[in-house]
């Protein structure tokens, strides 16, 4: 496999000022402070964490859509800045998290798919219109869609178009900055369908944003878990799952309800909120919630160490503190799974018939 | 015992120009007495309408149509308006999906549960319900409640601001908290201490509540009893551990396989197909046909009725359980 995005130490600190005519700069907002990451070809990285830790600035910062501090991003082994932000931006996309917020109200769905073909230069008219339509194929949507307006769509449509506008520049990289969260369980499963069955047939790499575990757990090759601007664990998805060595991710692990009552009570919720970014707690900033709190913590920064084949983890105590309770393999009730079987096979031959 | 709640017959329409929409189409539902009713179901599957037409809140133009809603006993659609505002705060209390919209941005909290006590309390004295506020931010585990209960909602975190919610919903020790989405608009490790206070608040003053949710690991986490609409419409209910481990509606079996499970790879999620469709045109029979992948020719004529498929376990579909279905092959 050959890496696709390599970044190195990426900040944003957004000065806080007050006073309107003489501001002064009263403090930082470290919201992505040293992240480091690669990607490789075809694989999908998903960075995880709770809202303020940085995961969507740092989504904002690999396009480019805000300027970092700090650090650099290479793409395909080419250090972004100002003459290579062109094709960057066309071997890059992005799709975003709201459906309603991210698509021109005035524009028809066509024209939306057509754009970023056209600000890039490619084909004529007649064979971005051809495409548009072979994409609209591609996401589940019909051909005839080109020519109504997002207002017409559900939200679940909708985020197909955006992934149809993506894909209109046959990028290598998509940043999928939350894309199921706001939609309904049932679409969020054709959603996910989707963007898997697209990484295959084109092998795309994707950076996945998200909050839902489980989501991630379905979506991603490896797991990036940030906290306060941080990388705390980083691994494949097997380990962070099942042999999580940060207690916070073992913490949010824990604090992820599951769909099944036999496991009722289980979930252990983590006290405390998440600290502000402008006065981040000293030495390992999860000291002030973190469980198994020693006095190293509260002075010295823990490091990234990598402690199993692909398992880089940032605490001073990774190593001794006792064994995660992974979930339980138990799956689904036999009755449940036997019916969900039946399903899949009736949904299979209703669309044979279909087709 | 009797059940605290008993909803009957519930139809909630919205009046439009082409005639009545419903949001509600015909409810039976009861809540027992000290337990947890989850509703699960998507967005515009009436379950927030549901909750509304409980307290009398249903916005302009909807009305509750018909049916009945039996608090202890007493119907609250014959109550009179002073009546139902006793009610309301009173017997029974709302928290919803989004803390900030519902707290007043220009008051400190502390003054609005003082506010909220005041309503059903005009005789006690400010310095008693002052007293009585800072402990019921103390009793949702507000850390430093004294110093918390002169500041601004903006103040808050999410979470505390849904702690505040809490507090004041229960400041009136009402039977009944019906919870709309309460979790959704946060994080997960939050949502795990506020699930947490709700089910340590419920042993300790035996309310029951109604959670709403489109989340099936909250409503496995928290409900003793599973009522799943579609459309306006239960599609199935009953005890917990039996939807679970016995879904026998295909929506019910649709959702399940819609949701990544940590326990299992799945190549694929078991995605429904299709969308819910619209309140103005909806199906004549069963409102899940057009996505089911069970359906025949008889799905389309009537609407199935709520049929008892094992003991307190309804299912409304005329093919379930559907391993009995097995013509499917053919």
Known sequence: ?355 | MNPLLEIQGLRTVFRSANGDIPAVDGVDLSVPRGKTLGIVGESGCGKSMLSLSVMRLVPRPGRVAAGRVLLDGQNLLDLSEAGMRQVRGGQVAMIFQEPMTSLNPVHPIGLQIMEAMRAHDTKASNKELRERGLAALDRVRIPAAARRFDEFPHQLSGGMRQRVMIAMALACKPKLLIADEPTTALDVTVQAQILDLLRDLQMETGMSIILITHDLGVVAEMADEVAVMYAGRVAERGTASEIFASPQHPYTLGLLGSVPRLDEERAELLAIEGAVPPPFALPKGCRFEPRCPFAIAACRNAPPPLEEVAPGHYAACIRAPVEHSLDLAA
């Open chain 1, 1 to 355: 496999m050959t890496t696709l995005l390599e970044v190195e130490n990426l900040t944003k600190h957004y000065p806080v000022k007050k006073g309107v005519v003489l501001a002064r700069q009263v403090g930082t907002v470290r919201a992505v402070d040293g992240v480091s990451f690669r990607i490789e070809r075809g694989e999908t990285l998903a960075i995880v964490g709770e809202s303020g830790c940085g995961k969507s600035t740092t989504a904002r910062l690999v396009l480019r859509l805000i300027e970092p501090t700090g650090g650099t991003v290479r793409f395909d082994g080419q250090e972004i800045s100002g003459a290579a932000l062109r094709t960057l931006r066309r071997r890059v996309q992005v799709v975003f998290q709201d459906p309603y917020a991210s698509l021109n109200p005035r524009l028809r769905v066509g024209d939306t798919i057509a754009e970023p073909m056209e600000v890039h230069g490619i084909g004529t008219r007649e064979s971005r219109a051809a495409r548009v339509k072979e994409l609209l194929g591609l996401v589940g949507l019909a051909p005839f869609h080109a020519q109504r307006y997002p207002h017409e769509f559900s939200g679940g449509q909708r985020q197909r178009i955006g992934i149809a506008r993506a894909l209109a520049v046959q990028p290598e990289l998509i940043i999928c900055d939350e894309p199921v969260s706001a939609l309904d369980v049932s679409i969020q499963a054709q959603v996910v369908n989707l963007l898997k069955d697209l990484q295959r047939r084109f092998g795309l790499s994707y950076l996945f944003i998200a909050h839902d575990l489980a989501v991630v757990h379905h979506m991603a090759d490896r797991v990036a878990v940030m906290y306060l601007g941080q990388i705390v664990e980083t691994a494949p998805k097997r380990a962070i799952f099942d042999r999580p060595m940060h207690p916070y991710t073992r913490a949010l692990l824990s604090a992820i309800p599951h769909p099944d009552p036999r496991r009722r009570g289980m979930v252990k919720p983590l006290g405390g909120d998440v600290p502000s970014p402008m006065n981040p707690p000293s030495g390992c900033r999860f000291h002030t919630r973190c469980p198994f709190v020693q006095d190293r913590c509260k002075a010295e920064m823990p490091m990234l160490r990598e402690l199993a084949p692909g398992q880089q983890v940032a605490c001073h105590f990774a190593e001794v503190l006792p064994p995660h309770e992974a979930v339980a393999e138990n799956g689904m009730s036999p009755v449940a799974a036997q019916r969900l079987a039946l399903y899949a096979a009736a949904k299979a031959r209703k669309a044979a018939k279909a087709a």
